[in-house]
């Protein structure tokens, strides 16, 4: 699998294109529920010039309980539209954290079949740091008046069935990104009826370990190094998950920038796994395993 855009641009990058009738700003920040921020309002406040805002809670499975689980692609489809995307726009997505949740719609995108998606490396702060002009009011889109079609990559996304499977797997590498301390059960989970713990065997990467200091992600040499210190092997297929399949995509953004662009996503992650009283945890550090 390749990309037909590079997984990151900076701000500099941006500032010079960001006027490209091809080009469509997306901030697709998200909090969660226990910060009572809102990512709608704050974008209302500042955001890039002519960008646009996408809510990963809106353009959801709604017939799931979880949270934001991938949408049909036809809802896909629509949504992006409605926020002007044709299948020949680059979508650039930031959030406002630096890099976090800008990377679940950089996946979306990717696992719908649109590869022309990137991601602004350390996000609002990045721009504020140049310094970019920003723009305030509501979202303001000018809906396409083609569809958005879509071509679903099921290789990008795995179910929990498909996880437990793969638990047991020699030749697969089941990554977490959430904290150490949630991954070992000292910290508990912040979604009610959500044991504490980790899938059976799998690695703990909190996903800032990926970024340095500003919210960038890390030099290609050094998340290589970093995957590699982990443990993950080049020749194993990977897993990536999280507390609710949003940070996961960003250990996916980071393997892509060293030349894996085939990481998988666990879309219900650990608030699945981890209100399912049948399904396997582990407590513990856990251990990285040199395969």
Same mark, same amino acid.
């Given at each position: 699998?390749?990309?037909?855009? @590079?997984?990151?641009?900076?701000?500099?990058?941006?500032?010079?294109?960001?006027?490209?009738?091809?080009?469509?700003?997306?901030?697709?920040?998200?909090?969660?529920?226990?910060?009572?921020?809102?990512?709608?309002?704050?974008?209302?406040?500042?955001?890039? @010039?002519?960008?646009?805002?996408?809510?990963?809670?809106?353009?959801?499975?709604?017939?799931?309980?979880?949270?934001?689980?991938?949408?049909?692609?036809?809802?896909?489809?629509?949504?992006?539209?409605?926020?002007?995307?044709?299948?020949?726009?680059?979508?650039?997505?930031?959030?406002?954290?630096?890099?976090?949740?800008?990377?679940?719609?950089?996946?979306?995108?990717?696992?719908?079949?649109?590869?022309?998606?990137?991601?602004?490396?350390?996000?609002? @702060?990045?721009?504020?740091?140049?310094?970019?002009?920003?723009?305030?009011?509501?979202?303001?889109?000018?809906?396409?008046?083609?569809?958005?079609?879509?071509?679903?990559?099921?290789?990008?996304?795995?179910?929990?069935?498909?996880? #437990?499977?793969?638990?047991?797997?020699?030749?697969?590498?089941?990554?977490?990104?959430?904290?150490?301390?949630?991954?070992?059960?000292?910290?508990?989970?912040?979604?009610?009826?959500?044991?504490?713990?980790?899938?059976?065997?799998?690695?703990?990467?909190?996903?800032?370990?990926?970024?340095?200091?500003?919210?960038?992600? %890390?030099?290609?040499?050094? %998340?290589?190094?970093?995957?590699?210190?982990?443990?993950?092997?080049?020749?194993?297929?990977?897993?990536?998950?999280?507390?609710?399949?949003?940070?996961?995509?960003?250990? #996916?953004?980071?393997?892509?920038?060293?030349?894996?662009?085939?990481? #998988?996503?666990?879309?219900?992650?650990?608030?699945?796994?981890?209100?399912?009283?049948?399904?396997?945890?582990?407590?513990?550090?856990?251990?990285?395993? @040199?395969?």
């Amino acid at each position: 699998m390749h990309a037909d855009f @590079p997984a990151l641009v900076s701000a500099e990058w941006l500032s010079t294109n960001i006027h490209d009738p091809q080009i469509c700003v997306i901030d697709a920040t998200f909090h969660m529920p226990h910060t009572n921020r809102n990512a709608a309002d704050e974008f209302t406040h500042e955001h890039l @010039p002519g960008a646009v805002f996408f809510d990963i809670d809106k353009v959801a499975d709604h017939t799931s309980t979880l949270p934001h689980m991938l949408p049909s692609g036809e809802e896909f489809g629509s949504a992006v539209a409605t926020l002007g995307m044709t299948n020949d726009t680059l979508a650039v997505v930031y959030d406002t954290h630096g890099l976090m949740s800008a990377a679940r719609l950089w996946w979306m995108f990717r696992i719908f079949g649109h590869d022309r998606v990137t991601v602004l490396d350390g996000g609002l @702060p990045a721009w504020k740091r140049l310094p970019g002009p920003l723009a305030q009011g509501p979202s303001t889109p000018k809906p396409s008046h083609r569809p958005f079609v879509t071509h679903f990559r099921p290789e990008l996304v795995r179910t929990q069935t498909l996880v #437990a499977n793969a638990i047991d797997d020699p030749q697969t590498a089941i990554i977490d990104a959430r904290g150490s301390a949630r991954f070992s059960g000292q910290a508990p989970e912040p979604r009610a009826g959500v044991r504490s713990g980790h899938i059976p065997g799998s690695i703990s990467l909190p996903y800032t370990e990926l970024l340095n200091e500003r919210g960038e992600l %890390l030099c290609t040499d050094e %998340l290589t190094q970093r995957f590699a210190q982990a443990g993950i092997s080049a020749k194993r297929e990977i897993i990536a998950s999280c507390g609710s399949g949003v940070t996961a995509c960003v250990l #996916a953004l980071g393997l892509a920038q060293t030349g894996r662009w085939d990481v #998988a996503v666990y879309d219900g992650s650990w608030s699945e796994w981890g209100a399912d009283p049948a399904a396997p945890i582990e407590l513990g550090d856990g251990a990285v395993s @040199p395969r």
